[in-house]
């Protein structure tokens, strides 16, 4: 279930997925970010990068009293400042996701899953 959103001119549904889309194609654009896992690791800690048009199975969307908590599950490159990077991760989701849907995000949450060697 997404977002419902009533205006005067009819009715507005926002789906998780878009949600998700959108917090997905953020997190990809911040630098040192090397891709994003889905947020189903398997048991055995192998994860696998995810595609462009997978971006959304990285992503975690909950809406609670009306404000938005996004989870997204990130790999990032070695020697990159994982802080720096995970700081630009949450402002720029939550800026964008605020942004094209009008909805309030209260907080962004980065889960670093692993670390590759940049190309």
């Known amino acids: ?3 419902e959103i009533r205006t005067q001119y ?7 997925e878009v949600i998700a889309n ?3 194609i953020a997190t990809t ?4 970010i090397v891709g994003m896992v889905s947020s189903r690791i398997f048991s055995d800690g192998i994860s696998e ?10 992503v975690e969307v909950a809406i609670k009293d009306d404000v938005l908590q996004i989870r997204v599950n990130v790999v990032v490159g070695y020697g990159t400042r994982v802080s720096v990077i995970a700081t630009n ?3 720029n989701v939550k800026y964008i996701v605020e942004k094209h ?3 309030t995000v209260d907080k ?6 692993g670390v590759r060697i940049l190309d």
Not at 10 to 16: C, D, E, F, P
Not at 29 to 32: A, T
Not at 49 to 58: N, R
Not at 108 to 113: A, R, T
């Open 101 to 103: 849907t009008g909805l």
């Open 22 to 24: 959108l917090a997905g």
């Open 29 to 32: 654009e911040c630098f040192g």
């Open 1 to 3: 279930m997404g977002k």
């Open 10 to 16: 009819g009715l507005i549904h926002i789906s998780k």
């Open 108 to 113: 962004v949450d980065v889960y670093v899953q």
């Open 89 to 91: 991760v949450i402002e």
């Open 49 to 58: 990068l995810l595609g462009k048009e997978a971006l959304s199975k990285g």
